[in-house]
């Protein structure tokens, strides 16, 4: 399957604007990078998901307002693009600094995401990096709708005192239950005290107040969109774990013991690869492998815990329960070799160094938490399972998955697996059953 990575592993850009000025000035901008690449363009709504459908680009760069309406085009069809295309990178350059776009975009994860202002994009090389940066699974901000978005709102004059605390407490982002412990209210009564204050701000609005009307919206979206665990971008989460702990209310630190089947993922002499090629190509091609990854985890409902050099670490069944985590992990890894093999087709054409993948997958009980500080926070997973399966991933040869016996026991599907010699892995004191499914075999039916 042709993900669109352009020659020599430069990753592949859908460009998408109305004005066709600014359009070819973005273009010429992307193309002095020689690792990116402008395979298409489009200049509405309906041509950028024609396009993306026809090119598979690795990123998509699109303006906010485009046709047919000129309200959110370019944010609506890049969640279009995502949802088809799992993985695509998105940046999104805007004119507007108003950090209700930036949150409409960010609302279900920050993950492949960037949205940066027209006006600072022609400075150094902030666009290449925000390309870059997403075509991974990154996030690139703009630092004015950082700024914007992690400052309290301020609020419009003419309210009761008590109204202003209220107020002071919602722009923080401090979730209903939090505000009602502080005032020592019940929580209903604080919900019914924030829905007046809504009121109070409309009416304000109705009168031609521009101020108030920016300032509903904005403490709105901070209400249904804004994680309630932190202030800053930088604690944004994997997609829609920012939901999960608006409605558990979890603190920082708390473990949920969960079910779950971890992958682990290496690429075989990968220090003898990087002895011997240039620094510069062997990134193009860690980037291109990285995209590719995490395409096919995000397709089969996986969440990618991290890259770590050429390591991938991707969970099933966290932090969502997914009762078939087991399937989708396996249906995962032949994905990832099936990608990875033709994008090595390309490469050897090009003369370039193939990667070779070795997968290990583990299913079992984890304990998985919030771990950080005030300033960071990181989605985190331990045990014995992920333990086990990063001893796993050391027993597949390239092209190879080697599972573990709980997760075989845990599928559904029919899968073609060779028993192996019992296995002794570090931290174990007796060798563990592991099974390996060949090289280019997956789940029976597989395409």
Do not use: C
Not at 248 to 256: L, Y
Not at 280 to 298: D, P
Not at 383 to 401: H, I, K, P
């Amino acid at each position: 399957m042709d993900y669109g990575e352009g020659p020599g592993g430069t990753i592949s850009v859908l460009l998408a604007d109305d004005n066709l000025i600014v359009r070819e000035g973005v273009r010429a901008l992307i193309e002095r990078q020689p690792d990116l690449q402008v395979v298409g363009t489009a200049a509405d709504y309906d041509e950028v998901v024609r396009e993306a459908a026809e090119a598979r680009p690795q990123v998509l760069v699109t303006d906010v307002r485009m046709p047919p309406s000129f309200h959110r085009e370019g944010i609506d069809a890049a969640k279009v693009v995502r949802k088809l295309q799992p993985g695509t990178g998105v940046v999104v350059l805007s004119q507007y600094d108003d950090p209700e776009y930036a949150v409409s975009l960010l609302s279900e994860g920050s993950a492949g995401y960037g949205y940066l202002l027209k006006d600072h994009v022609a400075e150094g090389t902030q666009l290449a990096d925000a390309i870059r940066a997403v075509a991974s699974g990154g996030t690139a901000l703009d630092p004015t709708i950082v700024s914007a978005l992690v400052q309290p709102v301020i609020s419009p004059g003419g309210l009761l005192p008590a109204e202003e605390d209220l107020l002071g407490m919602v722009a923080e982002g401090k979730p209903i239950k939090a505000i009602a412990a502080a005032r020592h209210e019940p929580p209903e009564a604080v919900d019914a005290e924030v829905e007046a204050l809504f009121v109070t701000l409309a009416e304000r609005v109705s009168t031609g107040d521009h101020g108030a009307l920016k300032r509903l919206r904005q403490l709105h979206q901070a209400i249904v969109d804004r994680e309630e665990q932190g202030q800053t971008l930088s604690r944004l989460l994997p997609g829609g774990l920012a939901d999960k702990l608006r409605q558990e209310a979890r603190p920082i630190g708390e473990t949920e013991r969960v079910m779950v089947t971890v992958l682990m993922s290496d690429i075989r002499s990968y220090s003898t690869i990087a002895e011997h090629a240039d620094p510069s190509q062997l990134a193009g091609q860690l980037n291109v492998h990285r995209a590719a990854m995490n395409r096919a985890i995000l397709g089969e409902g996986g969440t990618v815990m991290q890259f770590v050099g050429d390591a991938v670490m991707a969970v099933f069944g966290a932090p969502f329960p997914q009762a078939d985590h087991a399937d989708r992990a396996v249906a995962a890894a032949a994905s990832m070799h099936g990608l990875q093999a033709d994008i090595n087709s390309r490469w050897t054409a090009e003369g370039l160094p193939e990667f070779g993948l070795g997968l290990g997958l583990s299913t079992g009980e984890a304990a998985a938490a919030l771990l950080g500080s005030a300033e960071r926070l990181e989605y985190t997973l331990v045990g014995d399972t992920v333990n086990l399966s990063q001893r796993l991933q050391q027993f597949a040869q390239a092209g190879e998955t080697v599972l573990s016996e709980a997760t075989v026991k845990a599928l559904s599907v029919s899968v073609p697996t060779i028993p192996l010699p019992p296995q002794l892995v570090k931290g174990r004191d007796t060798p563990v059953a592991a099974y390996k499914i060949p090289a280019m075999a997956g789940p029976r039916g597989a395409q």
